[in-house]
């Protein structure tokens, strides 16, 4: 049965890179490099296992979280006080462990951990810092990803920066996302209600209607204490992701965005269809406008003409009456 599966997988899997590469050379011909860059990155990664997005600001606590999901006991993704580096981390399966630098803004970390078997994490800058090329470099691996995990301090998930790429993220590319509230630690269960509820219904008012949020501490997942809400997340995970449902959702998700950037181009094409068919109307204008001023000089010509002879006429008549 299994077998059968792999099989039904792998003909969805190359009929979908048929789509994706004829959207890419569709996008080529429009000579639209935005969207045939998005769609060069979907097609090299259409293989790739189901893609998590670590969002946020700096020092919202990304790398730690993602640290305290691995719990491998290390410090896979540095932390840091202050931007560091403009450096997207992929985080995937390897039998070692091992890093690899694919470009100076990307790097591969192979790590032997059971769940990136299913699904790969990517470590994103944050999104308002100083650094240059930072929101940038985010901005351009969000389209291609498979679930936002949308991380904010916990203390402050109000900020009007984060919120702004949250609607980037969610009414551009229309991605799936869900919230975690960070360091919980540091304020009282109380103060955390109110702001998860916070980040709930301000989700809901951007046009999710369910938000999923969690709230979790990752020092208390990296020390080992109780209560850092970490087991709901590998719950969500477990429930909604892995258990061999990650290369279908990846699949979907891949169809999903080739549809986007097939009503983007379709709207664009309708838009410069619109621009096309004004500019012919302003011309047709011209054209008649011009026949218009032509008729109008050929008539003013011919009565200029016509009086200058009778002036000829008259004159010469008078010198002929004179003589």
């Not at 996008?27 to 990664?45: F, G």
């Not at 477990?238 to 990846?250: E, H, Y």
């Not at 012919?280 to 050929?298: G, K, M, P, Y």
């Amino acid at each position: 049965m299994t077998q059968i599966l792999d099989q039904q997988l792998l003909r969805w899997r190359a009929r979908i890179d048929e789509i994706v590469k004829d959207l890419h050379e569709l996008t080529q011909a429009i000579q639209h490099d935005e969207l045939a860059r998005t769609v060069s990155d979907l097609r090299n990664r259409i293989n790739e296992p189901f893609m998590f997005v670590i969002v946020g600001e700096v020092k919202a606590g990304k790398s730690s979280f993602i640290n305290a999901l691995l719990a491998t006991g290390k410090e896979i993704t540095k932390v840091a006080p202050q931007p560091i580096t403009d450096t997207v981390q992929q985080i995937t399966y390897g039998e070692e462990e091992e890093v690899i630098s694919i470009n100076p803004y990307l790097k591969k970390i192979l790590l032997p951990v059971d769940i990136l078997r299913e699904i790969a994490i990517v470590d994103t800058p944050g999104t308002n810092t100083i650094i240059e090329q930072h929101q940038e470099i985010t901005e351009r691996f969000v389209p291609a990803s498979d679930l936002i995990v949308f991380v904010f301090e916990a203390k402050n998930p109000y900020r009007q920066s984060a919120w702004d790429f949250f609607r980037f993220i969610h009414a551009d590319w229309r991605k799936k996302i869900i919230f975690v509230l960070q360091q919980k630690d540091l304020l009282d269960a109380a103060d955390l209600e109110v702001n998860e509820k916070g980040v709930y219904d301000h989700a809901q008012k951007q046009g999710i209607a369910d938000p999923v949020v969690f709230s979790v501490s990752a020092r208390r997942e990296l020390a080992g204490e109780a209560g850092s809400g970490f087991d709901r997340v590998r719950d969500f995970i477990r429930q909604n992701i892995t258990g061999g449902k990650a290369p279908v959702l990846k699949l979907r998700n891949n169809l999903d965005l080739s549809q986007n950037i097939h009503d983007r181009i379709r709207e664009g094409l309708k838009t410069r269809r619109q621009q096309w068919e004004a500019d012919l109307d302003f011309r047709r204008d011209i054209r008649e406008t011009l026949a218009q001023h032509s008729q109008q000089s050929h008539r003013q010509a011919d009565v200029m003409v016509e009086n200058l002879l009778a002036g000829y006429d008259r004159i010469a008549r008078e010198k002929e009456d004179e003589l």
